[in-house]
């Protein structure tokens, strides 16, 4: 059974940073993206960024870009979110995300990834 795990969040002021952890366990990883999404209130659910478990190629939207890095441990089947320079409008519920074969140009839709985690909370006050 594949489980993804988040951890990390909590409350910070703007300008502050946050690293959030995705423990992913139940199957081999290879030839999936991993990826991070939020949900904002009032919002739909949106892309952050992603990662190949296999290569560490990276992909970002274009608002996190320079402030956060997407990483992976493939020894502990971990990947991480560090998120620095962080602002207001970055506060929303952080989800980790696996995909298989998920194709670049489609990389932001909730529909190319078959498991989710639950959820963490980030909160960025002004």
């Known amino acids: 059974q594949v489980q993804l795990v988040e951890s990390g969040g909590g409350l910070v002021q703007a300008g502050g940073s946050l690293r959030l952890s995705c423990a992913a366990s139940g199957r081999t990883f290879s030839n999936y993206f991993m990826g991070w999404f939020r949900h904002a209130p009032g919002k739909e659910r949106e892309f952050v960024a992603a990662i190949t478990w296999n290569g560490g190629n990276t992909y970002y939207e274009d608002s996190v870009k320079g402030r956060f890095t997407f990483s992976r441990d493939s020894a502990k089947n971990m990947v991480y979110l560090q998120m620095n320079s962080l602002k207001p409008e970055d506060t929303a519920v952080y989800y980790c995300?696996?995909?298989?074969?998920?194709?670049?140009?489609?990389?932001?839709?909730?529909?190319?990834?078959?498991?989710w985690g639950q959820g963490t909370q980030v909160t960025v006050s002004s």
């Open positions: 995300a696996a995909g298989l074969g998920v194709p670049i140009t489609t990389l932001g839709s909730v529909d190319e990834y078959d498991y």
